[in-house]
């Protein structure tokens, strides 16, 4: 599904908010609504977007396309818990955490390694997550949709610059 009126408003309300970020290169999940988001952030800067499946969010396998409380009617053992304690993630048919941080680690090398430089990246929360804990960064219990989070990763070690960053939503119309 694209991105709704309000999406492509917030997606070039991050473009202009990044307008005097220095990066050179754009990876997006391939995922209709991340790849659109990207599209608009490399038009506003006349960069290529490169789609990568990598960043996809978790495959939630029988969950896909239910609810939190939908999901713990059928796995009860997750009652009491958040629907974004990702770590319990392990679906039927599906990814479980360790899975997409494995994907997300495979990621961040080719990236490091055959990019050094300054990059966008727009994916999903889960994703995040897992780019957190492989970097070895504590995440938030949630992350926006469309809130910036800015890491540094120099010298083998990584360091949040901003959080989910969200002011520049209060203007997306």
């Known amino acids: 599904m694209p991105l709704s009126v309000h999406g492509r408003a917030a997606a070039r309300a991050i473009a202009q908010t990044l307008r005097s970020e220095r990066f050179d290169r754009i ?28 960043l996809r969010e978790f495959d939630f396998g029988r969950w896909e396309g239910l609810t939190w409380d939908e999901i713990v009617t059928a796995d009860p053992q997750l009652a009491g818990h958040s629907s974004t304690a990702v770590k319990l993630y392990a ?23 055959e990019n050094p430089g300054a990059a966008a990246v727009v994916t999903h929360a889960g994703v ?46």
Do not use: K, M
């Open 128 to 173: 995040l997550h897992a780019i957190f804990s492989v970097l070895g960064l504590t995440p938030p219990e949630r992350f926006t949709a469309g809130g910036i989070t800015r890491i540094a990763v120099e010298d083998g070690g990584a360091s949040v610059l901003t959080l989910d960053d969200r002011r520049h939503l209060n203007d997306a119309s």
């Open 91 to 113: 679906p039927e048919g599906g990814e479980s955490f360790p899975q997409v941080s494995a994907r997300v680690a495979q990621f961040l090398d080719d990236l490091t390694r």
């Open 27 to 54: 990876y997006s999940s391939d995922l209709v609504r991340a790849a659109e988001t990207a599209r608009i952030l490399g038009e506003s800067r006349g960069a290529d977007v490169t789609l990568d499946e990598r």
